[in-house]
């Protein structure tokens, strides 16, 4: 029933910017944190940034300083500044949330959403 939906990847040229976000829905109480993740062609999926519902925050060396990571609690969406993106940050940009707490007692972890592209021109 829980289902994470994300948007906003595309094709950037060097040195530009993109937002993505990730919607879920469903019958959430709480979700104790939502995160991205990439995995460029050949590689593993790795972390990009993770924020949890008391907004403390964690990030891939790679991207700090560039990346901002924020999310609306309300609204069950979490998002990803990128900025100054490059050839090297090309890669699928998964939507994760670990720790939801649905309204009737349940819930689960890890759930994903189905990826969206980011590009980076070289």
């Known amino acids: 029933q829980v289902q994470l939906v994300e948007s906003g990847g595309g094709l950037v040229q060097a040195g530009g910017s993109l937002r993505l976000s990730c919607a879920a829905s469903?019958?959430?109480?709480?979700?104790?944190?939502m995160g991205w993740y990439r995995q460029a062609p050949g590689k593993q999926r790795e972390l990009v940034a993770a924020?949890?519902?008391?907004?403390?925050?964690n990030y891939a060396d790679s991207v700090k300083g560039r990346f901002t990571i924020s999310r609306d609690n309300a609204k069950n969406t979490v998002y990803l500044q990128m900025n100054s993106l490059k050839h090297e940050n090309t890669a699928v940009c998964y939507c994760?949330?670990?720790?939801?707490?649905?309204?009737?007692?349940?819930?689960?972890?890890?759930?994903w959403g189905q990826g969206t592209q980011v590009t980076g021109s070289s």
């Open positions: 469903g019958s959430i109480f709480s979700i104790n944190a």
């Open positions: 924020i949890t519902s008391g907004g403390s925050t």
């Open positions: 994760n949330a670990d720790g939801v707490q649905t309204r009737g007692g349940g819930g689960g972890s890890g759930y």
